[in-house]
């Protein structure tokens, strides 16, 4: 492993220090999170560069890297982007030198460290525009660039986030909870609160970096949904860009839990310190949105539905003890009784998961059981609605699929009050 | 060294251009003259300037301000007599200043006897010394240079009933140099001022010389071949004296006017000179460093010329669109500035009259590899008229103090060639000669010390260069060498102070030794060498290993 040289008192290496002199003040800065993504990053960069030299050529512009420790030569594959009078593109043209540097933060790979490090970058070089692309979405084009960096250069947004031509059972975490929860909680119709790709001004950035607590826990999970909320809190201007398809990413089953940290968590885990934001809020309220508002498609897809729906009904029966102290006695009960019920007749209705879901929120507010651990039972749960979503929505169309979520959204809204009511209430 | 024992005198050159309409008016008629030039020569050489480059002073109808030459062998009468010539060149000589001057190979006025007698009959003898033709396709694929007032490369001739060729403005006929006798009476009017005395021709439009069916018209072999045999002359009749050409190409379209070091002696980098603005603009080294790395080595005896302004717009013409879009809305928002493909300002004015900007891009000028060329009056930070038509703008006259005419002429205003600049900015009340002189940290003063400086080695004339590529991109640093001097040369292109680490360790060892105040830097040691640049500020350092 690289030896990595810190500054007393600094997340930011000597190295990478000197790194940034050069680079010096910027427009636009993109950040590239990677943690050995060598086998996709090439094409993302190419994508990058192209897009910041076709849409803002005159720009002073600079794409940042932080490398959780790659071990397949991703950072050297970064570095190579730049563009300069020592290096040189056969295919693009660039008025001004492209600065691409690579930095390897200290921590193990973690995208809040990640995080942190872009935007710190940002503010040393007082970028005005900033946007985080993932390393593994690799139907980015150029245009990508423009969608999400305009809002932020041209005009007055403060955060720019996606919105994806996505497969209608891609991110099902996404459309049965983070979103119709965001959305009725700080009642914007938010559709990718947890990106891998947005944009940010400066100040928007400054203003995180400085006040976000940036301990160990919010390194790991869920630094970018926090962004997003901060951005919520602080008033900021807000607006969604179409940006094209995103590809479906395989992930195993074992995959979850952490996800679950990452996402449900830090959403969880943002309602204590934003309570006076999102106590009062009624309804939802649509944000501006630059191209499509969400696509789905409706290619056939590979799914193991039966172990879904086993894994929910094993984990209703191993974790009872623990779901007692999360859930309501009537809550627990009907999830009980659902789970005796065969494939044909299983259903996780909308109500059931929001109220178990605002339960789950509470039970991590009251910390009635370590807060991990409610994240890791919520995960049983949340597989029976998956499998129900799947059923319900296996031969609908988009526009069905899209009705279903918008359901589910005015279900989590027109129920809040019980989020509220336990909240501080019964135990 | 004598002035005749010095063959590579023009490596050591400074380049002072003036229009000697516009420098000094001795007899109070409103119009600069060689008396008035004469009188003001020590003031080049307190400036510094070793060589002074002449625009045209031939009888002209002054259509192209005096391009349009209607007589080779004499001057035109509103500047002096053949004898004010032969004074003031007697007088440069004494001072150890060379003169060269503007020599018109492409065309002629139309009002020069040689044309009138062309258009006048088929058969006139002269009438094959011009292009002439039945129609206006031939040559279709050559470009017109003055877009903005030409539609065509031929004009027709009432006259003659026939059209003629033409690459800039149509009052200025090409001559035809597949004619032998033009060739020969070219020849014959660049040794008439040979034997007066001059000391080198810049030869104008030269890649136009000679027309081909199916090219482009510009730097055709017949062109090249021309040019030889003009050096083979100058080489055999008058050793030491030069030829510079005027060719706004790319660096290796010019190449070929070096040849063997047979054609031209020195040729303008023209793709240099808007870079260097766009350079500073950007705040980035990557045009001028690029452009130098795309520069052909060219043979030890030749030289390129370098400039920031000249007597022409600030000519784009060797940019991508992009990067002419660029330098447009950076440097000439107020589409009244822009000529052509150009822009029509002076320096200052282009640097929005920053004392650190025109200091640096003065630093570069004279410390990248050639030989630098001032244009009259932006040692003292003149600015323009883009009022006046044309590039009249940048050709007022010199403001020597701040009374009657800025001292310039002591003709009524209203007599003036052109009006002076008058704006309470550049006006001559507040920019001229008289004051700067009297401030020890003027413009002029500081070019003066800047020159003196540059004298002080003959590595920027005549040394090698070697780019530094620091990480920082905002820092233009080389390192020129010739012989046991080394220098090296760091700019800060930005308008914030940086911080830049050199690999210095080729020169480890060394002691930098700053040229401008002598004082010694830390020596160069392993480590990368560390310095930190005020805005816009450069460093010049003597590496000495003592």
Known sequence: MTEVKLAEESSLTDDFLGQLISVGEVDILVGVPTHNNAKTIGPILEAIQAGLLTFFPRERVAIINADGGSRDGTPGLVVNAAIGDARRSSKLYALRTLHSISTQYASSPASGTALRTILAAAELLRAKACAVISPES????????????????????????????????????????????????????????????????????????????????????GSEIQFTLAAIAGGYRICQSFLGTKEHVERHSADLVPAMRQTVGALFSSLEPNFSLWNTKTGSQPILTTGAEQEFTLDPLRINRKRLRDMFSTGVTELESVFRSILSVSTLAELQRISGLDEGHFRYSEELWVKTVYEFAAAYHKSVISRDHVIQALAPLFRGRAFTFLMENRDGSAGDVENNIEGLCLEFERMKPYLLEIWNGRE | MSLEQDVLWYKRAIIYQVHVRAFYDSNGDGVGDFPGLDQKLDYLVELGINT????????????????????????????????????????????????????????????????????????????????????????????????????????????????????????????????????????????????????????????????????????????????????????????????????????????????????????????????????VKLEDRKPITEILQRTPEIPPSCQWCLFLRNHDELTLEMLTNIERDYMNDSYAQDKAMRLNLGIRRRLAPLLDNDRRRIELMNGILMSLPGTPSIYYGDEIGMGDNIKLGDRNGVRTPMQWGGGWNGGFSAADPEKLYAPLIQDPLYGFPAVNVFSQKKTQHSLLNWMGRLIAVRKTTGAFGSGSIEFLYPANHRILAYVRRLGDETILVVNNLSNAAQAVELDLRSYKGNIPIEMFGRNIFPRVGELPYLLTLGPYSFYWFRLRKI
């Open chain 2, 52 to 279: 002074i480059w002449l625009m045209p002073f031939f009888p002209s109808p002054l259509r192209d301000d005096g391009y349009d030459i209607a007589d080779y062998n004499s001057v035109h009468s509103s500047y002096g007599t053949l004898e004010d010539f032969r004074k003031f060149l007697g007088s440069a000589h004494q001072r150890q200043i060379r003169v060269i001057i503007e020599m018109v190979l492409n065309h002629t006025s139309d009002q020069h006897p040689w044309f009138q007698q062309s258009r006048s009959s088929q058969e006139n003898p002269r009438r094959d010394w011009y292009v002439w033709s039945d129609t206006d396709t031939r040559y279709h694929e050559a470009g017109i240079n003055f877009v903005d007032t030409e539609m065509s490369n031929w004009a027709w001739d009432p006259v003659s009933k026939s059209y003629y060729w033409h690459r800039f403005f149509s009052h200025q006929p090409d001559l035809n140099y597949d004619n032998p006798a033009v060739r020969e009476e070219m020849w014959n009017v660049m040794k008439f001022w040979l034997e007066l005395g001059v000391d080198g021709f810049r030869l104008d439009a030269v890649p136009y010389l000679v027309e081909r069916e199916g090219t482009n018209c510009e730097n055709l072999p017949e062109t090249h071949a021309v040019i030889k045999e003009l050096r083979r002359k100058l080489d055999g009749q008058f050793p030491g004296k030069m030829l510079l050409a005027e060719a706004n190409q790319w660096p290796a379209d010019l190449r070929p006017y070096f040849a063997d070091g047979d054609e031209f002696h020195m040729a303008f980098h023209f793709p240099l000179m808007p870079r260097m603005f766009m350079g």
């Open chain 1, 138 to 221: 690799s139907q980015i084009t150029s245009d990508w660039l423009a969608a999400l960096l305009r809002p932020v250069y041209a005009e007055t947004f403060d955060l720019v986030l996606p919105t994806y031509r996505r497969h209608r059972f891609d991110g099902i975490l996404l459309t049965n909870l983070l979103y119709p929860m965001t959305r009725a909680l700080y009642g914007l119709e938010i559709r990718e609160p947890y990106a891998s790709e947005y944009a940010f001004s400066g100040r928007l950035g400054n203003q995180f970096l400085a006040q976000n607590p940036w301990h160990e826990e919010t390194a790991r999970a």
